[in-house]
């Protein structure tokens, strides 16, 4: 079992919609998540991150965190074009050190 | 907030030669980075954490000789692929580790430089 789980996508949203992506951990003394974005070609982006069980909003997104079931999501709510990325969930335990998923490809339709 | 360079941002060199790159946090002092590599499709994979007045801790795999770490400041570190090779040619990119929260709930969040393409031929 992969320690950080994503689904590959594509997802295909339309603009204005929201955007659902998943992430599951196999940690359970996992402590911090966050949520980066990136671009083709380019370095990650830190877009959103959370520590404690429940809601985290920032502007369009969102980010809920349920450590019971292992659990980390990301909203991206009025979805723009510009919004189509990999999007990359990672979690450190106690050693700091980040463990990236495979990452979700998004892709917001105009 | 939280911004970190790095130099080159491309650079090709011929196979047998060293290359440094640089990593710099520019707005906050990081005791700690870190330095990964990326092929084309694939996720990061952490290479090693670099920490400010001491020698870097390589991941497995990782050939500390090859792929020199120095971090004399807080707020630069370095990597230096030496004797490279054409299947060295990736994207490496670093990140520096912010601190935030109380003293008592510390917070750490990573934000990662631009990125430094090699090729080497």
């Known amino acids: 079992q992969k320690e950080v789980e994503q689904n590959s996508g594509p997802l295909s949203v339309p603009e204005g919609a929201i955007a659902s992506l998943n992430c599951t951990y196999s940690?359970?003394?996992?402590?911090?998540f966050f949520w980066y974005r990136q671009y083709s070609g380019k370095s990650p982006e830190l877009i959103m991150f959370?520590?404690?069980?429940g809601d985290k909003e920032d502007g369009r997104f969102t980010a809920q965190l349920n450590k019971a079931s292992q659990y980390v999501s990301l909203l991206i709510r009025d979805s723009q074009p510009s919004d189509s990325a990999t999007y990359l969930c990672?979690?450190?335990?106690?050693?700091?050190?980040?463990?990236f998923g495979t990452g979700t490809r998004l892709t917001i339709i105009p | 907030g939280a911004v970190v360079s790095q130099h080159p941002s491309r650079v090709i060199c011929k196979s047998g030669t060293s290359v440094k790159i640089e990593c710099r946090s520019l707005?906050?002092?990081?005791?700690?980075m870190f330095w990964y590599r990326q092929f084309p499709k694939q996720s990061l994979m952490l290479m090693a954490t670099?920490?400010?007045?001491?020698?870097?801790?390589?991941e497995q795999g990782v050939e500390k000789d090859k792929f020199l770490i120095n971090h004399a400041s807080l707020t630069l570190s370095t990597l230096t692929v030496t004797s490279a090779h054409p299947e060295d040619s990736s994207f490496y990119i670093c990140?520096?580790?912010?601190?935030?929260?109380?003293?008592?709930?510390?917070?750490?969040?990573?934000?990662f430089g631009p990125g430094t393409r090699l090729t080497v031929t």
């Open positions: 990140s520096a580790r912010s601190t935030s929260g109380s003293p008592l709930t510390p917070s750490y969040e990573q934000y």
């Open positions: 940690d359970r003394g996992s402590q911090s």
């Open positions: 959370i520590y404690s069980n």
């Open positions: 990672a979690v450190t335990t106690w050693t700091e050190k980040l463990t």
């Open positions: 707005d906050f002092q990081a005791t700690t």
């Open positions: 670099s920490n400010e007045g001491s020698k870097a801790t390589y």
